[in-house]
DNA sequence: TTGACATTCAAACACCTGTTTGAAATATAT
DNA sequence: ATATATTTCAAACAGGTGTTTGAATGTCAA
């Protein structure tokens, strides 16, 4: 067969069994720490079988990751259910759940989500691809809620840490677990918490952008004392 | 000389310069990526000198960790300049003061803020200690500044969601700086930053406090339909 | 069937890493 | 000064890891 690695019609399918057993694996361990002869064993093939397709361990990895991030992007989209006419508020709540399913999601799609934030903590060589495939997307998609939930002439930077602070605490449930785990012996995140974890996020974040939205048009209001202060045109989009 | 290891007062130091190296490398690399002959080798020691002076690398890590946690609690509490008389407000700026400092300080203190930070996400051996000397403490005085913050009588389950928001607001951005420095070439986060950050989590988190708080109140006086549904007055500041 | 190609396999290889060893060097006490 | 204990050092060791190898097996077309 000229073509397996094209071709996944193929009887054993051993390209696939190793990729599936590498998620599981350098989810669990990270990509360091993994062991091809763990991931080997564990997809029932032979030593050899990574370098044979792959060509190396970080050919396996580079193909996880590639699979790993279609598969999260279309089972997870952050803009479920948002149309047209939603609200901003809407198209945030819908942000901040697509976000939080992508890393708490149980299965082999939460795996796919830990990998993610593994490279974030310790970047390999695919975290150019990430970023350009999942990061830059993502806080662009931020970014414009942001605008509209923050208003026209808010200042970008301040924009940016408040697109941080809304990052920080959710990815904060997949990067301490284990402490979370620790200090909280009954700490489980499975489905139906979620949504009760989603509100709190959500109901958190707003509260914390309309107080920077708040104070900002104080500020501005005390700098031009003569008429009403009304922000500028809003900018569509 | 009989007990070196209780005596910090021996010529060389190579103990002591070992710890040194060791607060660098590990701080960089983790601990299980870090190489005792790159330690050794900063140290200006010789690659058996881990193993004579801390029996092996975890012996090495452990005096480490313990050393880190005393310096950095140490260096930056997370109640300075608080008073019997401080407000609520006043505790919580400089809790999120004290943990930034912690995480973004530079020079030898942020390696250590940076190791705990590992070991928050790649758990050793050390993690028991880590929760019991620092993360169970950092816990506890912010729940009480939440108390005061979010009155009484709010839900307790609420009140660790809002304390974890906060914590992955700051922690944020120790775990993913490879990433933010990757989408934002010039990121940088020195003490000049700090403050305007500080200022920042304190003036977005105060504001999800109060609506959590607010919601919660709403929600009660609903129950009670007899007058206006009006929030209580807004609190200082 | 035969030949050519793809795939699997056990074994070995090469390298890295933490650790040990035994001697040499140095310090301390009597 | 001598003896004893402490510390350093180069070298080797032992185990683990990713990778290669070359033969064996399987697959498919001619």
């Not at 989810?27 to 079988?49: K, Q």
């Not at 150019?128 to 931020?142: F, N």
Request: hydrophobic share 40%; with cysteine; proline share 5%.
């Amino acid at each position: 067969m000229a073509e397996t690695k094209d071709n996944p019609t193929v009887q054993p399918g051993t390209r696939e069994a190793l990729l599936e057993a590498a998620a599981e694996v350098i989810a669990e361990a990270g990509f360091r720490s993994a062991r091809v002869r763990d991931i080997c064993e564990r997809a029932g093939a032979n030593v050899a079988a990574v370098n044979y397709h792959f060509g190396d361990k970080e050919g396996l990895y580079a193909a996880l990751i590639q699979s790993a991030f279609d598969q999260v992007i279309a089972r997870f989209p952050l803009d479920a259910g948002v149309t047209r006419s939603s609200t901003p508020e809407e198209r945030f709540l819908s942000f901040v759940r697509g976000y939080l399913q992508r890393i708490l999601a149980a299965g082999a799609q939460c795996r796919h989500g830990r990998i993610v934030m593994r490279e974030m903590i310790e970047p390999t060589s695919a975290l150019d691809l990430m970023v350009e495939k999942v990061v830059k997307p993502t806080s662009l998609l931020l970014d414009d809620i942001l605008r509209q939930l923050l208003g026209p002439g808010f200042p970008e930077a301040s924009r940016r840490q408040t697109a941080l602070s809304i990052i920080g605490q959710i990815v904060f449930y997949a990067h301490c677990r284990p402490v979370l785990e620790r200090m909280n012996p009954d700490f489980k995140l499975d489905q139906g918490d979620l949504e009760s974890l989603v509100n709190h996020v959500a109901q958190f974040s707003l509260g914390g952008i309309r107080a920077l939205k708040d104070a900002g048009q104080t500020r501005k209001r005390k700098r031009t004392p003569s008429g009403r202060s009304i922000p500028p045109a809003r900018r569509r989009k």
